[in-house]
Antibody, heavy 116, light 112 residues
Framework: QVQLVESGGALVRPGGSLRLSCAAS????????MSWIRQAPRKGLEWISY????????NYADSVKGRFTISRDNAKNSLYLQMNSLGAEDTAVYYC?????????WGQGTLVTVSS | DVVMSQSPLSLPVTLGQPASISCRSS???????????LHWFQQRPGQSPRRLIY???KRDSGVPDRFSGSGSGTDFTLKISRVEAEDVGVYYC?????????FGPGTKVDIK
């Protein structure tokens, strides 16, 4: 069955950086677009980025453009999110999801807390 | 950005009774391929979101048939024919037609 496991969440100071990972299994990873979505504490859901199956195409929400970079390693069945210049507004649970428009499977999420 | 609205935001329901959630988008959600990328997600307490319905009315594998979706263009509805205790949680509609993809604010369903 499809499994997505996020990792890398941590407490980080404002202005700091963090790299999240998502390990995929149970499907042919290289056949699917992948996405990152976040949920701030007691708040709604925000789509922040997606990447094409080959990795050649990416898209970002304005709130993270220029600070976050999505990437993937199809040989390792892994998705990544490099987050720079973090601020308090980036505090959230970060989910990876399979596909973009259809978003059919999500991981359990990893918590990123930005605080001094 | 496409704004998604939902009503009601809170929905107390009686076990065994029906429930209905409305979702509206600020633009048509018909994509250039002719499909409408409007989906419904359920988030149970302490869990990640799970997709229930995709492309307006297609039920995901394993989703009970008491859940159904309908609508077109900018107006959509999720219906639960008979609410069960396990249906407690927050329900979100989401559009995957226009980037950035956006979610509704969520409707909290609980038992009276």
């Amino acid at each position: 069955q499809v499994q997505l496991v996020e990792s890398g969440g941590a407490l980080v100071r404002p202005g700091g950086s963090l790299r999240l990972s998502c390990a995929a299994s149970g499907f042919t990873f290289s056949d699917y677009y992948m996405s990152w979505i976040r949920q701030a504490p007691r708040k709604g859901l925000e789509w922040i980025s997606y990447i094409s199956d080959s990795g050649s195409s990416t898209n970002y929400a304005d709130s993270v453009k220029g600070r976050f970079t999505i990437s993937r390693d199809n040989a390792k069945n892994s998705l990544y999110l490099q987050m720079n210049s973090l601020g308090a507004e980036d505090t959230a649970v970060y989910y990876c999801a399979r596909t973009a428009r259809l978003s059919d499977n999500w991981g359990q999420g990893t918590l990123v807390t930005v605080s001094s | 950005d496409v704004v998604m609205s939902q009503s009601p935001l809170s929905l107390p329901v009686t076990l065994g009774q029906p429930a209905s959630i409305s979702c509206r988008s600020s633009q048509s959600l018909v994509y250039s391929d002719g499909d409408t990328y409007l989906h419904w997600f359920q988030q149970r307490p302490g869990q990640s979101p799970r997709r229930l319905i995709y492309k307006v009315s297609k039920r995901d594998s394993g989703v009970p048939d008491r859940f159904s979706g309908s609508g077109s263009g900018t107006d959509f509805t999720l219906k639960i024919s008979r609410v069960e205790a396990e249906d407690v949680g927050v329900y979100y509609c989401m559009q995957g037609t226009h980037w950035p993809f956006t979610f509704g604010p969520g409707t909290k369903v609980d038992i009276k």
